[in-house]
C-alpha cells in the first residue's frame, strides 16, 4: 500500500481539482437550474436534491452516495485510485456547495449563461461536465461511484461496463420521469 502512495502525483490532484470545479459548473449552472439531470450517481444525487427539504444540498449527496462506492471498491481499484477519485469528488462537491450558496449567482430558476432553454443547458451542461468527468478519468479517478460499480459487476453480470452504465442511467431517467410526471426533462437528460 505505501508503494501505491508513492505513485500519488501533485499534478494529478491540481487537474482533478480543475475537473471538479469544471464538472460542477456543468451541473450546477446549466443542467440542475432547469431540472436535468446527469448521469450516474451525480444524476441520482440532483434527484435527492431536488426531492428533500433546502437543508439537504447537491453537496451533502454528491458525497453521501459516493464515497461509500470507492471505499468499496478500493481492494478491486487500489488505493491511488480511491484517492484520486474521493478527492475529486470533494472537489465537485465544495464548488458545487460553493456556486449555489456562496457566489453571488443566481441558479435557482435559471442558467446563469442559458437561461430556461433546455437545448442550451443540456448540450452545454452535458459537454462541461463531461470534460470534467474526462479530466477526472485521465488523470487517475472518477467521478461518479456507478463507474467503479460497472467495473466490480459488469463482468460478474455478464455485461460491458458501458452497458452496465447504461442500464443504470435508464432505470434512473425512467425514476425521474415517473416521479416528475413528465418525459420531457429526463430525455432532455439523456
Known sequence: ?????????????????????????????????????????????????QLTPEPYTLSLFLIVLNVPFFLYGLKKQGIAF???????????????????????????TSSPFAGNDLLLCALFGGMIS????????RFGGAIDGIDVMAVIFA????????IFMMIYNVILYIVIGIIMSSWVLPLYSI
Open 155 to 162: 463482468k460478474r453480470l455478464g455485461l460491458t461496463v458501458g
Open 82 to 108: 480511491t484517492i484520486y477519485s474521493i478527492f475529486a469528488v470533494l472537489i465537485y462537491s465544495l464548488s458545487s456547495y460553493v456556486i449555489n450558496n456562496i457566489l453571488p449567482i443566481n441558479t435557482a
Open 130 to 137: 463531461g470534460i470534467g468527468s474526462g479530466l477526472t478519468i
Open 1 to 49: 500500500m505505501l508503494k501505491q502512495l508513492k505513485t500519488l502525483r501533485f499534478k494529478n490532484f491540481l487537474m482533478l481539482f480543475l475537473a471538479g470545479v469544471i464538472n460542477s459548473i456543468g451541473v450546477v449552472m446549466f443542467l440542475g437550474p432547469v431540472n436535468l439531470y446527469d448521469s450516474g450517481l451525480s444524476g441520482t444525487s440532483m434527484l435527492f436534491w
